[in-house]
């Protein structure tokens, strides 16, 4: 359980103010007290009513609100916290912050603070784009402001998309516990955890020299189980056959065929978290030879006779006694990945599916970049590309969230 931490929460104005209700609510969750100051403009997005609701406290509005002062001044309010955040803070929230100013409570609490601040800018791609905003943000960031985001996507104006959209409320959470982790805990938050990992292809033999396969390189599976264990988890990583070493500080098992990959992950159970990123055979052959299948000139064209593999995510997922906390699945997809995704959620039984466009023009398949959505019983994120060593990361950060909610909850 993470223990309990005071944040500031300082709510700019902008139609994003109403993810912060979700964000107090996620913070609440996990122990933390949230305080709340919020500009005059964000009042016109969400009420000071409903933000002291999921607070239980005294939503902060106004610098010269006398009873404020003598029951707590804005140097109070800035200091009496573990963290201040700024979410969704605007253009204008940025430049006043950039130049100094204290004309109200959000700005003066930020000028007098002397603990860290963690800023999520959300606001209209040209805005952000802007060489003002890109002036303040440098010197926001000299000032040492840490910035998180803006994401990229649709915006609430139609027709409008691009870098502006408040990062998503899970990793809003991520960052801040991080940044009010202790320094020694701050990359351990799978400390005690036990993650399994499939990945990369299978192999079915016809005969002993040929087999079926397809072209998953294991890159996503090999960097989600290094990812695991750079935040401290204890990783089974089972493999098929791939050309990559193997991670550091990762246990491997290294098998070939669907069925060899099924046992191996009975046999690595219990775990906290598994992960399947392995492109498993569909089928297999039914009856491979035990002898070289001959090319003669007297036999007609051999035919194979396929049988079902196991679905081992399906199997893990659907287990009465042995299912993982957190069961993610992967969905690569050449067309309707979303809806093929929430189909495969559901049919499956797994908590999370990372669905991902593998077909041949995205080289995502073998490649070193990623594009995935994350298909949860509450909804898709779309992330941007990155690379599949950060896809991970943030894969198993935001499994380490979801497992310590779970338990917090459970306790
Ligand atoms: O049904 P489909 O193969 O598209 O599902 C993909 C997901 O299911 C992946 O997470 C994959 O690792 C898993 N899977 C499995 N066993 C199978 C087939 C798929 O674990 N036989």
Known sequence: MSSGKRILLIIG????????????????????????????????????????????????TDLFDLDEEREIGHIRLARDTDLVVVA?????????????????????????????????????????????TRRNVVQLQLDGVRILGPATGEMAERDESGPGRLIEVPDLVVAIEKALAPEGLKRRSLAGRHVIVTSGPTHEPIDPVRYIAN???????????????RLGARVTLISGPVSLPDPK???????????????????????????????????RVAHPTTDKIKK??????????????????????????????LVIGFAAETQDVIAHAKAKLKAKGADWIVANDVSPKTGIMGGDHNKVHLVTSSGVESWPEMNKAEVAARIIERAALHLSVKRTAAE
């Open 13 to 60: 104005g902008g139609i994003a103010a109403y993810k912060c209700l979700e964000l107090i609510r996620r913070l609440k969750e996990r122990g933390h007290q949230v305080r709340v100051v919020m500009t005059k403009a964000a009042q016109q997005f969400v009420t000071p009513l409903s933000v002291g609701a999921l607070t239980n406290e005294r939503v902060f």
């Open 88 to 132: 969704p803070a605007t253009a204008d929230l940025m430049a006043r912050m950039a130049g100094g100013h204290a004309d109200d409570l959000a700005t003066a609490v930020l000028l007098a603070t002397d603990k860290s601040i963690l800023v999520a800018p959300a606001m209209n791609p040209h805005m952000w784009l802007h060489p003002a």
């Open 215 to 229: 072209r998953s390189s294991g890159k996503q599976g090999h960097e989600l189980a290094a990812a695991a264990a």
């Open 249 to 283: 500080g990762v246990h491997v098992v290294h098998v070939t065929t669907a069925a060899e990959m099924l046992d191996a992950v009975k046999a690595a159970l219990p775990a906290d978290i598994a992960i399947f990123a392995a492109a498993v055979a569909d089928w």
């Open 296 to 325: 003669s000139a007297a036999t007609t064209v051999p035919t194979l006779t396929l049988a079902e593999n196991p679905d081992i995510l399906r199997t893990i997922a659907q287990s009465p006694d042995a299912r993982p906390r």
